[in-house]
Structure formats: structure tokens, C-alpha cells
T-cell receptor
Framework: QKEVEQNSGPLSVPEGAIASLNCTYS??????FFWYRQYSGKSPELIMF??SNGDKEDGRFTAQLNKASQYVSLLIRDSQPSDSATYLCAVIGDSNYQLIWGAGTKLIIKP | SQTIHQWPATLVQPVGSPLSLECTVEGTSNPNLYWYRQAAGRGLQLLFYSIGIGQISSEVPQNLSASRPQDRQFILSSKKLLLSDSGFYLCAWEPGQQETQYFGPGTRLLVL
């Protein structure tokens, strides 16, 4: 069974610091990787996607992909209290092109 | 721009009652459509997806069904709700395979 694993947290980070969220996946053939943010009681919203090995930056967010080690991470620089949310990692598998979701990591930014 | 709507926003239903949740997408044509369920504190469980009118794939056998009567309309139904059907139901669309999914606001269902 194809899986995506995330530490459920909560991960507590002081305001202004870098928050690092990690995700591992089991399908070595996975090609597309997504990070979504979900505020409590709300639906997920896309933060970033990444397809190639290496780093991809968008504002305060950086996604890092290492296909050899089968992990993808999300860094949030200068963390703000508004970044407090659950972050979901999703991976498109190689076999059926469906998104496989992690259970999410709850991030708390302390003022 | 594209928008996705879901209704109702919240619903409280007794066990054994029927269910109909609706999702519509505006500003695009022939989207792939998805129904997910999220239990409290859990990840997303894919229930159904559709690549076109009348084309429904079921991921989890259960007492739920889905239909796509129009290109941009996706309906989730049940004839008899169970307590375990409680959860946050999310509809999502994507412009094509292996592309980003965008979520509607969700319907929170409580079965009592």
C-alpha cells in the first residue's frame, strides 16, 4: 500500500524562527508533490508544489525534494502566528495518478 | 477565475436518514472532480472521483454513492446514514490529471 507519512505534531516554533515540516513517501516512482495548509475548521489550500529534486522557493516558503531518500519538506521562514495550521503533504503516485495524502502536521507558532 | 461551491455548509442528520451534498464548479470545463471525507484530526480519505459526466470511480465501498449529472456538478448521496458517516466532506476539482487539486469550503456533517 502506497503511504505518505508525516509527524502529527504539534510542532511548536517561536515567532520569527524557521519552521521545518517533513514528509516521507513509499512510492519510489512518485512524480508530483504538494503542500497544503489547513486552518482549523477550514478546507485545505495549496501552498506549493514541486516536481524536481532540489529546492523551490515562494516568498517565505521553500519546498525541498529528495527523491533518492523519498522525502519532501517545507520550510517556513520568519514564522508568523498566522502560519499556525495543519500542513498536509500529498504525493501523486506512479501507478494510478491519484493524490495520496499524509495525515498532516499541526504547527503552532508561539508569539 | 474558477470557483468551487459546496452546500450545505453544515448538516445535522439522524441515523438512517438520506443525504445529498452538492458541489459545483464555475469558470472551467471538463474538470476532474473528487469527494473526500476527513474525520476529526485525521487525513483526507478519497471517496469518489470523476473524470467526466456519468463517470464515477469509487475508492471505498460503503453506503455512499456519487453522481455527476452535469459537467460541473458533483453530488454525494446516501440512502441511510450511519453514525460513522459523520465528518468533514470536501469536494475538489483539478484541471487535468496530475495537476493541482483545489478544494471547496466543505460540508460538516454530524450524524446523531
Amino acid at each position: 500500500q502506497k503511504e505518505v507519512e508525516q509527524n502529527s505534531g504539534p510542532l511548536s516554533v517561536p515567532e520569527g524562527a524557521i519552521a521545518s515540516l517533513n514528509c516521507t513517501y513509499s512510492d519510489r516512482g512518485s512524480q508530483s508533490f504538494f503542500w497544503y495548509r489547513q486552518y482549523s475548521g477550514k478546507s485545505p489550500e495549496l501552498i506549493m508544489f514541486i516536481y524536481s529534486n532540489g529546492d523551490k522557493e515562494d516568498g517565505r516558503f521553500t519546498a525541498q525534494l529528495n527523491k533518492a531518500s523519498q522525502y519532501v519538506s517545507l520550510l517556513i521562514r520568519d514564522s508568523q502566528p498566522s502560519d499556525s495550521a495543519t500542513y498536509l503533504c500529498a504525493v501523486i503516485g506512479d501507478s494510478n495518478y491519484q493524490l495520496i495524502w499524509g495525515a498532516g502536521t499541526k504547527l503552532i507558532i508561539k508569539p | 477565475s474558477q470557483t468551487i461551491h459546496q452546500w450545505p455548509a453544515t448538516l445535522v442528520q439522524p441515523v438512517g436518514s438520506p443525504l445529498s451534498l452538492e458541489c459545483t464548479v464555475e469558470g472551467t470545463s471538463n474538470p476532474n472532480l473528487y469527494w473526500y471525507r476527513q474525520a476529526a484530526g485525521r487525513g483526507l480519505q478519497l471517496l469518489f472521483y470523476s473524470i467526466g459526466i456519468g463517470q464515477i470511480s469509487s475508492e471505498v465501498p460503503q453506503n455512499l454513492s456519487a453522481s455527476r449529472p452535469q459537467d460541473r456538478q458533483f453530488i454525494l448521496s446516501s440512502k441511510k446514514l450511519l453514525l460513522s458517516d459523520s465528518g468533514f466532506y470536501l469536494c475538489a476539482w483539478e484541471p487535468g490529471q496530475q495537476e493541482t487539486q483545489y478544494f471547496g469550503p466543505g460540508t460538516r456533517l454530524l450524524v446523531l
